[in-house]
């Protein structure tokens, strides 16, 4: 059985120290965490495959968004996240599997499953998640390795989907 495990936007600027106030996320804990994933599944021979969200560097997404600007240090991978393989995908939308290059990797490597970490889980790791699923490709997300700054609400909204989509928080 192959698995891969997919980092999904572990970037500066909802990271570092200069992040937005709302990037509440719990840095040193989630890096750590992730971190552990990394080299769990890469000491156990599986590929570790890194997602960049990125927004595309305007005059209107700078004033809108000011985080994930294409070109921006905020854009890059954390620095405190461990990069243990070449495979980085930058993506346009919340759902990873819609660059069409890492969706080529996924189906060239035939895995069996994607185990999805990173951020947030309510926002870009449940869309890849559920689409993952529309495209028929097991996706399971480690809950070890996520982290959120939703409401709860959300989150029982975000979990409801997923299960009737069939994906498996492990």
Known sequence: MSTALI??????DYLYEKRK???????PQLVAAVNKLIHEYSDAGNDCIYIRHIIQNLPTNRWLFGYSIAGTEGAELYSGLDVVSKYVFDKLFGDALTNRYLLELIRA????KLHLC??????CVTSTALGA??????????SAGTATVFPE???IKAHEKLKKAGVRFI
């Open 7 to 12: 980092v999904i936007d572990m970037q500066n």
């Open 118 to 123: 990173g951020l947030d889980e309510c926002g």
């Open 133 to 142: 699923a529309k495209r028929g490709i097991t996706a399971e997300i480690v």
């Open 21 to 27: 106030p709302q990037f509440s996320y719990d840095t």
């Open 109 to 112: 490597k035939g895995y069996d």
């Open 153 to 155: 609400q959300k989150v």
